[in-house]
Structures are given as C-alpha cells and as structure tokens.
C-alpha cells in the first residue's frame, strides 16, 4: 500500500519569504500523481498543484512549485513571495496512475503560518 | 459554476442518534466521493460512486454507516447510530470521472460534533 508522510506538523514563514514544506511516499508504482492542497480555516480543499511521475520537469504554478525527486520519492512544495492568505494546512497525496479504482491517499498535512 | 455544495456545515448531536450528510456535486460530474477527515488527520476515502453505483466501499463502516446517490446526482451519508468516535469532518468530492487524471473538487465539508 502506498503512504505519504509529511514529518513536519507546523511551519512558519515571514510574509513575502520563501518556504518549502515537505513530503515523501513510498510506492512500488512507477506511474502515479502527486498533489498538494491547501486547506483553509473554510475546509474547502483547494488543488494547489500536480506533478505526474512520468515528467521530470518540475510542475510550476505561479508562486508554487514542487521540487519532485523520483529516485528519493519527495515531493517537496516552495511557497514564493508568501501572502497571508497562503496560510492554511497544505496536504500532500499520492494516486496510481494505473487503473479506475485509484485513490487519493493522504498525508497528514502540514499547518502554514505567515508572519506579517 | 457552482461548486461541490454540502449540508449541513455543522452538526451536533447526541450519541446513539441518527444523522445524515447531503452533497450535490458539480453539474455533470459522474463520480461522486465521501471523506473522512479526523482531526489533525487527512482525508480518507469512504466510498466512491459512478452515477448511482457504489464502486469503492471498502473503507465504509457498514454496520452504522450506509450511502446512496440515487438518480446518479446528489448523494446522501448517513450515520446510525452516530458514536463519540465519529465526530470528525465529512468531506465530499466529485469529478467527471474516475481515471486518475481528473482533477476532484472538494466540498467544504460537514463538521460532525457527537456528544
């Protein structure tokens, strides 16, 4: 079974800091995606970016991007030019490419303060 | 476009009473999933639908937990009866299939409080 583990519970960065939190897996699979979501106080799970394993480039979406390490199996996310609305918990999780009955696994998510 | 829309967004009640979620997800999404989320935690599946079938049920507890989608759009969760231990976040999620490469959207989930 696949795990995602995100060691660090909590983060705090400086407003208009950089930050970068965090993730790893473990899976025997050699295709499947990779996501972080944000998750605000509102609970409303928001997909922040997503890197498909087959593609060596880095997923980039305007200030975010992960830095994706294939053979080490991390998935970490930077946080560029931090805005107080980027606080929030950040959750990474993993899906097998292969087959309809994938599902999102979860990591524990990691809780983002920014500091005016 | 609306969103995944959930009701209601918060839930108290006592143990031993029944309880039941509802979830109407975007207009012309054919899957249609129920999370768990426990505090601190993140979310963990407990079934997914295509159209009105349940294809993923695994992880739901049977025994008090029961689910249903009928005419394949809204669906509802429900708890019976509902113990302390089920006081988390109810999450739902739906996208317009279910291969791996489409995006879910989230719902803004039902905070469950049983006392």
């Known amino acids: 079974a696949q795990t995602v583990t995100q060691s660090q519970p909590e983060m705090s960065v400086q407003e208009a800091e950089t930050v970068t939190l965090s993730c790893t897996y473990d899976t025997s699979e050699s295709d499947y995606y990779l996501f972080w979501y944000k998750q605000p106080p509102s609970r409303q799970m928001i997909l922040v970016i997503r890197?498909?394993?087959?593609?060596?480039q880095n997923a980039t979406e305007n200030r975010f991007s992960v830095n994706f390490q294939k053979a080490a199996k991390s998935f970490s996310l930077k946080i560029s030019d931090s805005q107080l609305g980027d606080a929030a918990m950040y959750f990474c999780a993993y899906r097998s490419a292969t087959g309809a009955n994938s599902k999102l696994t979860f990591g524990k998510g990691i809780t983002l303060s920014v500091r005016p | 476009e609306a969103g995944v829309v959930q009701s209601p967004r918060y839930k108290i009640i006592e143990k031993k009473q029944p309880v039941a979620f509802w979830c109407n997800p975007i207009?012309?999404?054919?899957?249609l999933y129920w999370y768990l989320q426990n505090l601190g935690q993140g979310p963990e599946l407990l079934i997914r639908y295509e159209n009105e079938e349940a294809v993923d049920d695994s992880q739901l507890p049977k025994d008090r937990f029961s689910a249903e989608r009928l005419k394949g759009v809204d669906s509802t969760l429900k708890i019976q009866p509902a113990e302390l231990g089920d006081s988390a976040v109810y999450l739902c999620a739906s996208s317009l299939g279910a291969v791996p490469s489409y995006e879910q959207y989230f719902g803004p989930g039902t905070r469950l409080t049983v006392t």
């Open positions: 890197q498909e394993a087959y593609k060596q």
């Open positions: 207009s012309g999404h054919n899957t």
